[in-house]
């Protein structure tokens, strides 16, 4: 006798619930740092439906709220988009036991980089340029409008992207759940996105650290430029060295403080020899 899985029935996200998540969504830079971003405030966001899904497990709410405080960062208005997804992913995480919850970390950094590029597109391209270049007409002209105005044009397409993309979320991570019928297809969703996800945070490794070498040689009364060669060898080279070697000390277990010292210390002798430099100046 053959045996069909079961696949997880359409549900709907609690109007209650939906409604905390949608006005928590608006303090997710409230808590943001250089260690976990937006990490804390997302947890914050996600928190009453993760206590509601594993209401009777406190060894799960305790993984799933250390899944969601790890490093994360988009633009705000679409990160409810992210958030239903989730939410949708950790319901067959405790529902299903050979689901693998890395694929949950893995979706939402896949997700950062092309939602943000969205996100920045409309919000701080077009929308913010159009509500301030209409409030200041208002404003010129001595009406109490403009920032009426201003307020309006920018908030109601924000809060009408967090609401629907909060619901759109969940609703099709439930379809993406429900596509994956066996364990085959889900370790190859898993893989695929891990590799986005690598892309993105090489991407972000690359944006975030621009560090590069001043270092200069002349040979035969050339000189000889070292960051060039390393561009042509290995492009951004430093910053994923720079990266990896941060990464290497926190598993070392040491604390955050003593991290950043090291990095503040190294920086400063480093640069100070002339070896490194901030890539942005």
């Known amino acids: ?12 996200l609690p109007k209650k619930e939906m409604r905390s998540i949608f006005w928590r969504s608006f303090s997710l830079l409230g808590s943001f740092n250089f260690e976990r971003m937006q990490g804390l405030g997302f947890l914050y966001a996600v928190l009453p439906s993760l206590k509601r899904i594993y209401k009777n497990d406190d060894d799960g709410l305790k993984r799933a709220m250390s899944r969601h405080i790890e490093t994360f960062n988009m633009t705000v208005a679409p990160s ?10 950790e319901e067959r995480a405790k529902s299903d036991s050979t689901f ?30 159009l509500a301030v270049s209409l409030a200041i007409g208002f404003a010129q002209q001595g009406s109490v409008l ?10 109601i397409p924000n809060f009408l992207t967090r609401w629907y993309g909060l619901r759109f979320g969940y609703q099709q991570g439930q379809e993406i ?6 364990a085959r297809t889900m370790q190859l969703f898993t893989y695929c996105a891990g590799i986005v996800g690598a892309m993105a945070m090489g991407s972000m490794t690359a944006f975030w650290v621009p560090i590069t070498s001043p270092l200069h040689f ?34 070392k277990r040491l604390p955050v403080m003593a991290v950043i010292g090291i990095i503040i210390a190294g920086g400063f002798l480093l640069g100070a020899l002339g070896i490194i430099t901030n890539g942005a100046e």
């Open 1 to 12: 006798m053959t045996d069909v899985q079961q696949k997880p029935e359409k549900q709907n």
């Open 146 to 155: 403009g920032p009426i105005v201003l307020l309006l044009v920018f908030n």
């Open 177 to 182: 759940m429900r596509s994956m019928g066996d």
């Open 100 to 129: 693998d919850p890395t694929a949950i970390s893995s979706i939402k950094v896949s997700l950062m980089g092309p939602l943000s590029g969205i996100g920045d597109t409309f919000f701080w391209g077009i929308f913010r340029i």
């Open 218 to 251: 002349t040979i035969s009364k050339n000189k000889i430029v070292v960051q060039d060669y390393l561009d042509q060898i290995f492009p951004t080279l430093l910053p994923i060295a720079f990266t990896l070697g941060v990464l290497w000390i926190i598993k």
């Open 80 to 89: 409810p988009l992210v958030m239903g997804t989730t939410v949708a992913m």
